[in-house]
């Protein structure tokens, strides 16, 4: 399975920007998905994460209340709007899949996109 993560760039603090992930090559509706962030010289972080169906979603402590994780089956994409951005929270966001239940735990993921920059400005 190969997972194409797009959307990010430069936005003002308080802006917003809405992620997406592209998913190929299996049945995308059996995968639960998830996103990570990694800030420069930081480990890779939990950020949300959402159910094969998409009926369960998770989400850090930190992007609870701005944050919103959905899925579309039937374009085999998962999304992350992001509103009230913070500078805090700059960092390359990776989408993630895996076969099974969702997790918040990066080592459960199997399958992982490129990687796409988001920068806060202040």
């Known amino acids: 399975v190969q997972l194409q993560a797009s959307g990010g760039g430069l936005v003002q603090a308080g802006g917003s920007l809405t992620l997406s992930c592209a998913v190929s090559?299996?049945?995308?509706?059996?995968?639960?998905m998830a996103w990570f962030r990694q800030a420069p010289g930081k480990e890779r972080k939990f950020v949300a994460a959402?159910?094969?169906?998409?009926?369960?979603?998770s989400y850090a402590d930190s992007v609870k209340g701005r944050f919103t994780i959905s899925r579309d089956n039937d374009k085999n994409t998962t999304y992350l709007q992001m509103n009230n951005l913070k500078p805090e929270d700059t960092a390359v966001y990776y989408c993630?899949?895996?076969?099974?239940?969702?997790?918040?735990?990066?080592?459960?993921?199997?399958?992982w996109g490129q990687g796409t920059l988001v920068t806060v400005s202040s």
């Open positions: 993630a899949g895996r076969l099974g239940p969702y997790s918040d735990y990066a080592a459960d993921f199997g399958h």
């Open positions: 090559g299996r049945t995308f509706s059996n995968y639960a």
């Open positions: 959402i159910s094969w169906l998409g009926s369960a979603t």
